[in-house]
C-alpha cells in the first residue's frame, strides 16, 4: 500500500508458490509486521538535526540515490509521522524529506535553489521548502501522488515506454496520451530548465504523468529539479540522460526549436528568452537558499556556458519556433 502512486500489490497466492517459499514466506511476514508496527507507532518532533537514522528506520518508498524518507508533516507544530501509513488525524501533508548529506555538495540548498528559479520561470512543482538549523538543512516537497487522503495513479516515462531515452520519446509518449497542447508546453519549458539549468540526471524515471478520477492523462508537476554536473568530472560524464535532436552534450538553440516545430510548441523564442532570463540570475536564487559562494560560482559559470549555445538568435530563429 505504501508505494508511490495509486498502484497496491498483493504477494502471489498460487498453491504452487508455497511450498518452496513457505518458511521464507513466514520470516518476511514477520519482519514486514515488525517494520509496519513499528511504523505505526513512529513519532518523532520534525526538527532540521533530526537524525537520518531516525526515520529510515520506518523505510522509504520514494527511491532514488539521495537519502530521503516518506513523511506526514503537520506544517504548523512540525510534528512528523512515517509516511509508510496514513496520517493518524487531519492536518498532516503527506511530503518526502530529503536528508543533508553533510557532503561537500549543499546539495539540499542547491535543490531547494533551483526550486525559487524554476517557479520563477513557470515551471510547475509541488510546494517545496527548507528545513534549517545550525548543523544541517533538509529539502522538504509535497507529494503530487497524494491529493485530499486520496492517491493519485501514476505512470512515469520509463513505466510507459521503457526504451525512452530522448526528448523525442518524452513527446510522442505524451502525445499517444493526449496530454493537453498547454501541458506539453510545460514540458516543453521543463526541457529547457534542464537543459540550460545543468540537470542532466534527466532519465525516464525523472517524468511522470499522472490520471484524473475521470481517466484524463496529465503531466505531473516536476520533480528531482537541481544541478547534477559534477564539475571535476571529465566531460562525458556529464552528458544528459535524455538526447535531443540526437545530441545530449552541447545542445544549441537550434536543437530546441528543432523540437519545439516538431510537436508544434507556440511561441518557443519567448519560452527561451524567458528561460534565459530567469537563471541567467542565479546568483540571487543561490543566495536565497544560503549556497555556499564556491558552489554559486560553479553553477553560475556552467548554466553561462549553456546560456552562450544559445546564443545568435539571428543565424538560429530561421530553424523553427
Not at 89 to 114: A, L, Q
Not at 223 to 230: A, G
Amino acid at each position: 500500500r505504501r508505494g508511490m502512486g495509486a498502484l497496491e500489490f498483493l504477494p502471489p497466492a498460487a498453491e504452487e508458490m508455497e511450498q518452496p517459499f513457505k518458511v521464507e514466506i513466514a520470516e518476511l511476514y514477520k519482519l514486514a509486521q515488525s517494520a509496519l508496527n513499528e511504523a505505526k507507532s513512529f513519532k518523532a518532533e520534525a526538527h532540521p538535526d533530526l537524525l537520518i537514522e531516525s526515520l529510515f528506520k520506518v523505510g522509504t518508498s520514494a527511491g532514488g540515490r539521495r537519502p530521503k524518507a516518506i513523511i506526514n508533516l503537520n506544517k504548523e507544530t512540525n510534528e512528523c509521522y512515517s509516511g509508510q501509513v496514513a496520517a493518524p488525524m487531519s492536518g498532516f501533508v503527506p511530503m518526502i524529506i530529503k536528508f543533508d548529506e553533510h557532503s561537500d555538495v549543499p546539495t539540499t540548498r542547491i535543490e531547494y535553489s533551483y526550486y525559487l528559479m524554476a517557479k520563477d520561470a513557470g515551471l510547475k512543482m509541488m510546494p517545496s521548502s527548507l528545513m534549517e538549523g545550525e548543523k544541517a538543512a533538509h529539502f522538504l516537497t509535497e507529494r503530487f501522488d497524494r491529493q485530499e487522503g486520496k492517491k493519485i495513479h501514476i505512470q512515469t516515462l520509463a513505466a510507459m515506454n521503457p526504451s525512452s531515452n530522448s526528448y523525442e520519446d518524452l513527446f510522442d509518449t505524451a502525445c499517444r496520451i493526449g496530454i493537453l497542447p498547454s501541458e506539453q508546453k510545460q514540458l516543453f519549458l521543463l526541457t529547457l530548465m534542464n537543459v540550460l539549468g545543468g540537470n542532466v540526471d534527466d532519465h525516464n524515471k525523472n517524468f511522470s504523468f499522472l490520471m484524473g478520477t475521470d481517466g484524463v492523462w496529465h503531466t505531473a508537476p516536476a520533480y528531482d529539479y537541481t544541478f547534477s554536473v559534477d564539475p571535476s568530472a571529465p566531460g562525458y560524464m556529464n552528458r544528459h540522460c535524455m538526447t535531443i535532436n540526437n545530441k545530449n552534450s552541447d545542445i544549441e538553440r537550434s536543437d530546441l526549436l528543432e523540437l519545439a516545430k516538431r510537436y508544434n510548441i507556440k511561441g518557443a523564442d519567448a519560452i527561451i528568452e524567458k528561460v534565459i532570463s530567469v537563471l541567467g540570475n542565479y546568483e540571487q536564487y543561490a543566495e536565497a537558499a544560503s549556497v555556499s559562494p564556491y558552489w554559486t560560482h560553479k553553477i553560475k559559470e556552467e548554466i553561462g556556458y549553456r546560456i552562450d549555445n544559445m546564443a545568435d538568435i539571428s543565424r538560429q530563429r530561421g530553424l523553427g519556433r
